[in-house]
């Protein structure tokens, strides 16, 4: 005999159905008739992507989006200027045509904004006054044991007569919570932190069978987090994301705005006004970004500039687990000692052989290349290290790992370097290489001042390339039309042709320096 506690949601209906007219009851307990929303809210509505991010600011909307959402999904019943994502049936038996979770950070939260918005309260009077129509809950609500007034579990009638399931539950339960069912639509409210590393892959397997979406509603105050990486990984075209702040909340007043302006941290206030990234404790640059970008082709670079390649090794191989590899290509400027990052490479679970194919697709890729300290540790059996691995496979590489001018490889004493090249205007960043860009944004510090050394692969490339950008050499071997229509369309170069901008020392095209 089951011992859980249960809410008689039809008791209810038949109640309540008695004690207001057609109208009134319309107005209290069909809320989704009269459902309004905001263009971002309906721009969130109409993104078509499987995984849905909705990186916002407190008090943007989303999660009366994601509650709004949760509603016309449980009862198939989307606004008639819909375009978003499409569920479809899956081929499974069950006893429902449609099972959501909608997942908290707790108990407490779940209960007072979630369930609050989408069933409004459990009382007589109360339920039905959320998004979800009083007429669409005429089933017993079992109630969580955790939390009073907290519901675990409901059942919905649709609009076709159908069933649908709906489950509440928090990021802090085991992950064995989340295992086991088939589940269409999930909604993620906040971001559990290192927890979503364990129960984030679970969510995805839960829609594996049916076709079913994830929507991640967050104001990012947990970082670079798993789940934003997940969302931030470029080149998945089934992930999307979509920006709200407290500004798109066109059901705000203006003195509800200044009122949240004065209420937040400096260092909080972008994040929860915008929905920006929260920076680390100490950012480790300070620089507005608009100040080191730059927009220079490749073809547009002078002939007499010089390269300068770097690469960060991925020591994991295959695993899932392995940090990514990363490749970036510089331009210098002799004349003004100015860097500029113009291409760059970011792959994951791949093996050399396939970096370095991707590498050759760069019209420069045969620049001088420097590589980290850690080249030098073995790859595999055989006793060959990192670094010559990539050489055998056509890579120029450095004799030896990159170094600072005045010696040694300093993490602090490289970032010093950046800070004043980027400070005076010498280091400059393509505004294309958007991955390049976050990972610059988000390095920081830890409360106590430790470096955070996470999603920093492009960004150690970089340090490389500054620290032995005097090792930065011409083109002068370039096989025909690298950059076509540039300085470079006549081909290569014949004879002794030029002269080291850094010694003065003159030789011959084709001549490596090491």
């Known amino acids: 005999m ?17 004690l207001y007219s057609e109208r009134e009851y319309r107005q209290r307990f069909a809320r989704l008739d009269f459902m309004q929303r905001t263009p971002k809210q309906i721009d969130a509505f109409n993104d078509a992507h499987r995984f849905l991010s909705v990186r916002a600011g407190n008090r943007s909307g989303k999660s009366e989006f994601a509650m709004m959402f949760s509603a016309c999904a449980l009862l198939d019943r989307f606004p008639s200027d819909y375009t978003g994502y499409r569920f479809v049936r899956p081929k499974i038996v069950r006893n429902v045509t449609f099972n959501e979770w909608i997942i908290g950070p707790d108990g407490t939260t779940v209960r007072d904004v979630q369930q609050a918005k989408l069933l409004g309260g459990l009382t007589q009077d109360e339920l039905g ?23 675990d579990k409901a059942l919905v009638t649709r609009d076709d007569g159908t069933l649908a399931s709906l489950k509440f539950l928090t990021s802090q339960q085991d992950r064995q919570s989340f295992q086991g069912d088939a589940v269409d639509l999930i909604i993620l409210d906040e971001d559990p932190g290192k927890r979503g590393e364990e129960i984030f892959p679970e969510l995805i397997a839960r829609t594996v069978g049916t076709g079913g979406r994830i929507i991640h509603t967050a104001t990012p105050l947990a970082g670079l987090s798993f789940i934003r990486r997940f969302f931030r990984e470029g080149g998945k075209a089934d992930r999307g994301e979509v920006r709200m702040s407290i500004y798109d909340n066109t059901f705000l007043s203006p003195e509800d705005i200044r009122i949240a302006e004065a209420s937040y941290s400096e260092r909080e206030r972008a994040t929860r006004l915008m929905g920006d990234d929260l920076p680390g404790y100490g950012a480790v640059f300070n620089f507005d970004e608009a100040t080191y970008l730059h927009d220079m082709k490749p073809e547009d670079v002078p002939e007499y500039w010089l390269w300068i390649n770097a690469i960060d090794f991925s020591h994991g191989g295959l695993s899932s687990q392995s940090h990514p590899f990363a490749f970036i290509s510089c331009a210098v400027d002799p004349n003004t000692q100015t860097l500029y990052a113009m291409h760059a490479l970011r792959i994951k679970q791949q093996l050399p052989p396939v970096h370095v194919a991707a590498i050759k697709q760069w019209g420069a890729w045969d620049a001088t290349t420097s590589w980290p300290a850690d080249g030098h540790q073995r790859a595999d059996t055989t006793g060959q290290t990192f670094a010559s691995v990539y050489k055998s496979l056509g890579l120029n590489l450095r004799g030896s790992h ?9 993490l602090e004493a490289t970032f010093a370097l950046m800070e004043s090249m980027f400070a005076t205007g010498k ?18 510090y830890d409360k106590n001042n430790e470096y955070v050394a996470e999603n920093d692969d492009l960004a150690s490339a970089l340090r490389y390339a500054v620290m032995d950008m005097r090792h930065a050499r011409m083109l002068g071997v370039m096989r025909g039309n690298f950059f076509p229509g540039g300085a470079n369309k006549n081909g290569p170069a014949k004879g002794l042709d030029d002269w080291d901008i850094w010694s003065g020392r003159p030789f011959r095209t084709g001549e490596r320096y090491g």
């Open 129 to 151: 006054t959320g998004w979800l129509p009083l007429d669409a809950l005429r089933h017993p609500i079992t109630l969580s044991r955790g939390v009073s007034g907290l519901a």
């Open 2 to 18: 089951s011992d859980e506690q249960t809410i008689d949601g039809n008791a209810i209906y038949k109640h309540t159905k008695k």
């Open 402 to 410: 990159a170094t600072l001018k005045t010696g040694g490889y300093g």
């Open 427 to 444: 280091l400059k960043i393509a505004r294309h290489l958007l991955e390049l860009r976050e990972e610059l944004r988000d390095l920081h």
